[in-house]
Structures are given as structure tokens and as C-alpha cells.
């Protein structure tokens, strides 16, 4: 990475899945990386029931929604940015048909000041056991 990239980890939010920072800045833009519901240092995920292999039986996507935007905020904060910075976001979800009047709609509480770009896509699966995850990029001063 040249010397104008900086990487951010949070100590708040969940740890990486993988080789990769919380965040990375280049020149005033702050990039996340995708930012799920679990919470740092739980094995559990909040809103999500397992089996014994490890497949959902049950989520509740309202608490997924809500732990993932608390999550986002933490990296931005730590990271030197802002929630009303945030100029484009990226939604995963994993069952757009059930799953999106409640994000939607949950969406809508936390950003009604900051509306950033959105696209919203429905994949069919994530790295973990989740039904939702974040991609975002922000302005940083």
C-alpha cells in the first residue's frame, strides 16, 4: 500500500473473519470492509439459533440489523470518520423476500439525517451464519 493508505481495526467491533482490516483510508474516503451482526469476542451471534452443524434454524433480522449499524458506527468513530459521513452504503441480504420491510424500515430509524447511496442485493449466503452484512464508504476529514 502506498503511504496515503491507512488501515483502522476497531476495539468495539467484531473481530475479522479473515485477513483484512476493519477499515482502510485513502486520501478523505474511509472504506470498511463488510461488517456483520456478531459481537467482538462471542462465539454467538446475536439474533441467530443454530443446530449442531452449524445451519440457521431461526434468526430475528431486526436484531441483526441493529447490532450491524452499532458495528459500522463503532468503526467509523474509531476509525476518525462519522455515521453522518457515510456516502455510499452496500446491503447483503440473504432473503430479500422475508427479510427487507424490517431492514428497510430499521434502515430508515438510523439514517434518517445521513442518507448515503444505497444498493441492496440479495446473495445466498454469507461467510458466516448471517442474513445481513454492511459494505460502506465514508468521507474522513
Not at 474516503?29 to 452449524?54: M, W, Y
Request: hydrophobic fraction near 35%; include cysteine.
Amino acid at each position: 500500500m502506498s503511504n496515503d493508505s491507512q488501515r483502522f481495526d476497531s476495539k468495539k467491533a467484531p473481530e475479522p473473519v479473515g485477513l483484512y482490516p476493519h477499515a482502510r483510508r485513502v486520501g478523505q474516503l474511509l472504506f470498511l470492509s463488510g461488517v456483520g451482526p456478531r459481537q467482538r469476542g462471542q462465539k454467538a451471534i446475536p439474533g441467530v439459533t443454530l443446530d449442531e452443524n452449524n445451519n440457521i434454524t431461526e434468526y430475528d433480522i431486526a436484531t441483526q440489523c441493529r447490532c450491524v449499524f452499532d458495528n459500522v458506527r463503532w468503526i467509523l468513530e474509531e476509525s476518525g470518520s462519522s455515521w453522518d459521513q457515510l456516502v455510499d452504503v452496500t446491503v447483503f441480504l440473504t432473503n430479500m423476500k422475508d427479510d427487507f420491510a424490517i431492514y428497510n424500515k430499521i434502515y430508515a430509524e438510523y439514517f434518517a439525517d445521513n442518507q448515503p447511496c444505497r444498493t441492496t442485493v440479495e446473495i445466498n449466503c454469507l461467510p458466516t451464519p448471517i442474513a445481513i452484512e454492511l459494505k460502506c464508504i465514508a468521507t474522513i476529514d
